[in-house]
């Protein structure tokens, strides 16, 4: 969101909410801006808007002036449209799987479970999981070496929504492509997300 509204000079504010370490459920002031809690959300004026893909369309659509998003009708376009819904409809789900996953091999319980515990997590990263991964990673390595953005040869919101899968690809998956890390070192390059990340933090966290 922070890299969106940087890129394209909108002015914002910054409200941080602490969810419950154990539980993770949003504070009651995170509930009263959105019902399910979720984050990111923004309030612009009387518009209360989640879900990051719809966030980011959302404000392209305000206040972009056509800047990100390619012509409609053009390859381009299209391509944008695509990974907008990609990134959390088909990449992020494996991530998450793989972040949970690793988490049960190394999570405290009891001697007598954890056999068990690794032995069924290890069968489904090794089964499913990694299978998976490789072949978006195969995939995302495909379409970098056509052009040096996803949707073509400059910057566009397809991008500014890929950047956090990206960035948590190539931190859980150490074969991800030299196309891959160069693609999220040119992304955090760029004078824009610096600025969005000096004002929030990095995006991802250890």
């Not at 923004?42 to 959302?58: F, H, N, Q, W």
């Not at 960035?167 to 070192?185: H, M, Q, W």
């Amino acid at each position: 969101m922070l890299w969106l509204l940087e890129e394209l000079g909108v002015p914002y504010e910054i409200v941080r909410y602490k969810r419950d370490p154990d539980t993770l459920l949003a504070p009651p002031e995170l509930a009263k801006v959105h019902p399910l809690g979720k984050s990111p959300v923004i309030t612009d004026g009387g518009d209360t808007v989640a879900e990051s893909g719809a966030i980011l369309e959302y404000i392209a659509d305000k206040y972009g002036e056509g800047r990100l998003v390619p012509a409609r009708g053009t390859p381009g376009y299209a391509k944008v449209r695509y990974f907008m819904h990609y990134a959390e409809g088909s990449l992020m789900p494996i991530l998450l799987m793989k972040l949970v996953f690793g988490r049960v091999k190394t999570a405290k319980m009891p001697f007598f479970v954890k056999p068990i515990a690794r032995g069924i997590a290890g069968k489904v990263d090794a089964q499913f999981i990694a299978p998976n991964l490789a072949r978006h990673v195969a995939f995302l390595d495909g379409e970098l070496a056509n052009s040096p953005w996803l949707a073509g040869d400059t910057l566009t919101l397809a991008d500014i929504q890929m950047s956090y899968p990206l960035e948590a690809l190539v931190a859980r998956a150490p074969d991800a492509s030299s196309r891959i890390t160069d693609y999220v070192k040119r992304m955090q390059a760029q004078p824009s997300y610096k600025r969005a990340e000096a004002k929030g933090g990095p995006s991802m966290h250890d």
